[in-house]
RNA sequence: GGGCCGUUAACUCAGUUGGUAGAGUAUAUCACUUUUAAUGAUAGAGUCGAUGGUUCGAGUCCAUCACGGCCCA
């Protein structure tokens, strides 16, 4: 409920201007809230007065001719003379988002996408009454400009405005320009204002985007084909993983969310397709920090003819490349340390040599069971009854070795305990050929030759359901159609999956997932952590 | 789930041994025709995250809770 000194300054502000009526709902919202302060007011009041002055708030009218980049790339050289000779008038709109007046003339940035200029706006280039007008817009507000260019006495190069209409009012004041938006909270929580204000936001996600998309081209080039699978799944498989459920009321059927698109796109290559990829989402229903979120975006890609080692040669290839595209170089700065992705420079090691030289543990300790969970126990971690010698040797690997591992590794021929999807290895039937990705201590990747043997999948399976009975819930499920999929016969491959948030952290130097993730899950706002959301009871029974 | 830290004006932040709150930016009004965090003057703006407790008195001390950050699991 509104109190008294918020209903009295409502009344203030609808005084006066017969649209004061349209902004009553917005101000008795805020009021609500008690977010209705003086500047809310002060904006309200001027909405009224354009209103007043049969100025459009939202009009949509306003056609742009050039992007504040295109001007920027072609005139930025040109001196004085050379731009008085250009002569050419330019339509160029964006949200002002500065401002300084010296009384008959202003100077104001406008920022278009994430480029932004310098316009002048001068009373006798407008006219008296215009520059009034003018003079309510606020920082914030989009406008649009026509104008011509010239160098102001300071050498900037300035769009001369002859005429300025407002596109939007924008009715919350933005945060301040100097300090800009520190509050992580509410960068996550109004990515928006986040993206308008800070150019580093901005930069990231276009060089996501790019990443992305230098993923999709490199593979396209390489014969890959892009598909999709299901991503609600009736049996989650392909991670080791717990799933969010969900379920489908029609069909009255129990649903996941996809862990991994996996075992859907092997079905594929049992298909005939040879190549294929999938960059797409996946839900896994954990603990968030700044390398998770429950949802995170994974490129998949599954090659037939193929074994674990042609995958290496290739992520370095495509990696690499993607890298120079993006940052313009194969030595990336990531939170203080150069990471070289040049390729050539990966170094390649077996999961038990880097037990043994990276983590100092001795073969003799880590492939005896007792000495090896006596290890892990020392090290703090758990050792669960029943557990495998090789979840152990893995665990011994998290604590040991992942965390140095800053430069890129490929970590390679994994115990088959902890892979069950994976081809055993030709000589040694305990470990795979599979490896593991890892750059600033994280793991970035993850691929073996595939497995193909329907008798030797059922078994994995069969082991894991055991793990799953026996309280293991990340276990994988028995899936019966994959493997009468195997049963007709998959042609040797090998697959990959690369972490794109991950990739995108280490190339936009960025220390948490949520930097990376335009929308990060964040727990909803209340009244009492000073949130303005009001959180979606759940849905009633039909009516 | 655990540990540590944070939450004060729209934004960024101060706030002393507990004595009813400050700055800069933003906003408003005035001055100003070339600024670059423009400048000068004046003014308004706060349920100090929420709820309890201790106290004559709490932004400050204690407890619980909410949200966030970092680290660990």
Known sequence: MADNANDNGAAKSRAGSPHAGRFKPLADALAARDEYNDVLRTRIDKACALLDADQQLYPNTFRKDTHIGEILAAYSDLDETALAEVGKVFLIAGRMTSLRSFGKVTFIKLLDGSESMQVFVARDDLGQDAYQVFKKYDIGDILGVEGDLFRTKTGELTLRAKQVSLVTKSMRPLPEKYHGLKDMETRYRQRYVDLIVTPKTSEIFRKRTMIVRGLRNYLDSKGFLEVETPMMQPIPGGATAKPFETHHNALDMKLYMRIAPELYLKRLLVGGFEKVYEINRNFRNEGISTRHNPEFTMLEFYWAYADFRDLMDLTE??????????????????????????????????????????????????????????????????????????????????????????????????????????????????????????????????????????????????????????????????????????????PPAAGQGIGIDRLVMLLTDSASIREVILFPLLRPETPQNGGNTSVAEPAAGPA
């Open 317 to 490: 290839d495509m990696l690499s490349s993607i890298a120079r595209d993006v940052c313009g170089t194969t030595v990336v700065p990531y939170q203080g340390n150069d990471i070289d992705l040049t390729p050539g420079n990966w170094t390649r090691l077996s999961f038990h040599e880097s037990i043994e030289k990276i983590g100092g543990v001795d073969p003799a300790d880590y492939n005896d069971y007792d000495r090896c969970a006596a290890i892990v126990r020392k090290s703090g971690e758990k050792v669960i009854k029943g557990e495998k010698l090789g979840k152990l040797q893995a665990k011994l690997f998290d604590i040991l070795v992942e965390p140095k591992l800053i430069q890129p590794h490929f970590i390679y021929h994994y115990p088959t305990d902890i892979s069950p999807l994976s081809r055993r290895n030709d000589q040694n039937p305990d470990i795979t050929d599979r490896f593991e990705l890892f750059v600033v201590g994280r793991e970035l990747g993850n691929a073996f030759s595939e497995l193909n043997d329907p008798v030797d999948q059922r078994g994995r399976f069969e082991d894991q359901v055991k793990e799953k009975a026996a309280g293991d819930d990340e276990a994988h499920f028995m899936d019966e159609d994959y493997v009468r999929a195997l049963e007709y016969g998959m």
